[in-house]
């Protein structure tokens, strides 16, 4: 399985780019929210790297490669595509807004700003809402660009190290933020619970 590629890009498409690794040509699809940014940064023949989700199942047996500039970005994907009747094809297609707004519309229960996603209608956009309200509080919370971060095992210094590391918070900060949510929650047990209740403590 394909997780990650460095290299050469050859060409930029509608909805794939082809990079060059180790002189293999990859067709790597690219998310429409992904593709304006490499566009807006990146020229042919300049080096680029991409997170990847592989996918390749019985009923679609050519291996597809999605890519992302951030690993957040593809843990969203991964997250998407677990909402029934939205597969890869179908969520490169609708995932033209940043991550952070879309987790941001499912947190909030915005089902008319799902809608408005290419190819969620008002059934898609209330199973988005079923499947991951509750679990996407910490992307909702991203700046416009993420870096990757190890994940310790304790759930609050995991949401710790993503605040600062990955999201771009000050430690004192990020600190305050947990303090208040645990105050605000005693009974936190896990990540997403205390990414949701940050979440909800900014919106205050």
């Known amino acids: 399985m394909i997780a990650y590629l460095e290299g050469t890009l050859k060409g930029i498409y509608d909805e794939r780019l082809t990079l060059l690794v180790g002189g293999i040509g990859y067709d790597v699809l690219i ?4 593709m304006s940014e490499i566009r807006r940064l990146k020229k042919q023949d300049e080096e680029l790297s991409l997170y990847i989700s592989f996918h390749q199942t019985e009923r679609q ?9 951030h690993e ?9 595509i677990t909402v029934e009747d939205i597969g890869p094809m179908a969520a490169i297609k609708a995932l033209t807004k940043p991550i952070r ?3 941001r519309h499912i947190e909030e229960k915005d089902v008319k700003s799902l809608r408005r996603l290419k190819g969620i209608g008002e ?5 988005i809402v079923a499947t991951l309200k509750g679990r996407v509080a910490k ?3 991203m700046p416009e660009t993420a870096a990757a971060a190890p994940v310790p095992e304790d759930f609050i210094k995991e949401v710790e190290q993503v605040l600062v590391t990955q999201l771009g918070h000050k430690l004192i900060e990020a600190r305050k933020m947990i303090e208040d949510a645990m105050k605000r929650n005693p009974r936190i047990a896990s990540s ?6 940050v979440y909800r403590g900014q919106k205050q």
């Open 31 to 34: 998310p429409a929210f992904v």
């Open 101 to 103: 707004e879309i987790a």
């Open 72 to 80: 957040l970005d593809r843990e969203f994907f991964e997250l998407f």
């Open 139 to 141: 992307y909702a919370l």
């Open 123 to 127: 059934r898609k956009a209330d199973k």
């Open 61 to 69: 047996p050519k291996p597809v490669l999605v890519g992302f500039r």
């Open 192 to 197: 997403e619970e205390l990414f949701e209740e």
